[in-house]
C-alpha cells in the first residue's frame, strides 16, 4: 500500500510545498518510480511543475522519497488554485519481482537472420543485376501474400527455381528479405549515403508485397526526416504508393505557413504539380487560393 503526502517545507530561499511518496508495506521493500505534476488554474496540466524520480528502493517502516521543494507556496495561489482546489496528478509504477525463473527474451528474428546467411535449405533464389539472392519459399510465404501467391499458388514462379527481379534494386531487395526474417529495420548507417531515397525505394517494395508493417516504418522514417527540399518527393512516393498516413502529413507540412512559399518555388513541386494534378488542387483548397 502506498500513500502520498503532502507538506510545508521551509527553506532559506522560501516557503515550498513538498511532496513524497510513502511505502505503507511492513512486510517488504518495493521499487517504484513516483511521477507528480499540477493542473493550471485551466485545467490543463503544467508541464513546467512536471516531476518524476528515477527507480527507488522504498523500503519497509514507512520509507518515503519525493520532492521537498516541488513548487512554491507563493506561486500555488497565482498559477494553480481553481476555485479554492489544487488538483495534483500523480502515477506510481511499481516494480514487481516474482522470484520465478527468468526467461530470456525471443531470439526467433537472429536465428531467422542467421538462417538467411548461412543459406542452409534454400530453395529458391532471386536474381536482380547480376546478384543472386537465396531464400526459403515458407519464410517468404508467411510473410507476404504476395509472395505466397507466387511460389506457392499456381502462378509460373512457383516451379522455378530462380526468379529474375526487373523492377527493385539488390540494396532495396536485400533490406527487405532480411527484415522478412528478422521483423529488424536497419540502422541508418545501413541505408547508404542517400538514406530518403533508399526509404522511398523500400516503402515501394513493401507496397508491392504487402509488408503493411514496414511500409508504415519507412514512413514514420521519412516523416520524421522531413523538410522543404524532400517533401515534394516523399507526397510524390506516398500518392504512388498508397500510404494515406505519409500523404497526409505531408500536404500538413506544405501548407504549414512556414513552409509553403518555399515549397511552392521548389522544382519538385513544380514535378508534382504535373504528375499529380490532384494534390496541387487539395494544397491550393487548404491555403485558400
Not at 1 to 24: A, D, H, Q
Not at 147 to 160: C, N, Y
Not at 177 to 192: H, K, Q, S, V
Request: hydrophobic share 45%; with cysteine.
Amino acid at each position: 500500500m502506498w500513500r502520498i503526502n503532502c507538506t510545508s517545507v521551509n527553506e532559506p530561499t522560501g516557503v515550498y510545498l513538498g511532496i513524497f511518496l510513502e511505502l505503507l508495506s511492513k512486510s517488504g521493500s518495493a521499487k517504484a518510480r513516483f511521477e507528480a505534476f499540477l493542473t493550471r488554474k485551466d485545467g490543463e496540466p503544467s508541464l513546467v511543475s512536471a516531476k518524476r524520480t528515477g527507480v527507488h528502493l522504498f523500503h519497509r517502516n514507512n520509507d518515503q522519497f519525493g520532492w521537498p521543494q516541488f513548487v512554491k507556496v507563493m506561486d500555488l495561489a497565482t498559477d494553480f488554485v481553481r476555485d479554492g482546489v489544487i488538483t495534483f496528478l500523480c502515477s506510481i509504477m511499481v516494480w514487481h519481482h516474482s522470484g520465478g525463473i527468468p526467461v530470456p527474451p525471443s531470439d526467433i528474428g537472429e536465428n531467422l537472420g542467421m538462417l538467411l546467411d548461412s543459406t542452409d535449405g534454400a530453395d529458391v533464389s532471386f536474381a536482380i543485376d547480376g546478384e543472386t539472392f537465396h531464400a526459403h519459399r515458407a519464410v517468404l510465404a508467411a510473410r507476404s501474400p504476395v509472395f505466397r501467391a507466387e511460389l506457392l499458388g499456381s502462378m509460373a514462379e512457383a516451379t522455378m527455381p530462380s526468379i529474375t527481379l526487373l523492377d527493385i534494386a539488390p540494396e532495396t531487395f536485400i533490406v527487405l528479405l532480411r527484415f522478412m526474417y528478422t521483423d529488424a529495420f536497419p540502422g541508418d548507417d545501413e541505408l547508404g549515403d542517400s538514406s530518403s531515397k533508399m526509404l522511398q525505394n523500400l516503402l515501394a517494395a513493401a507496397d508491392r508485397y504487402g509488408l503493411d508493417r514496414l511500409k508504415l516504418i519507412c514512413a514514420h522514417k521519412l516523416w520524421g526526416a522531413m523538410s522543404v527540399d524532400t517533401v515534394a518527393d516523399v507526397l510524390a512516393c506516398a500518392e504512388m504508393y498508397s500510404c494515406p498516413e505519409l500523404r497526409d502529413k505531408c500536404i500538413d507540412f506544405v501548407v504549414a505557413d512556414k513552409n509553403f512559399k518555399r515549397v511552392a518555388l521548389s522544382e519538385g513541386f513544380m514535378q508534382l504539380g504535373q504528375n499529380f494534378p490532384s494534390i496541387i488542387a487539395e494544397v491550393r483548397s487548404r491555403v485558400g487560393t
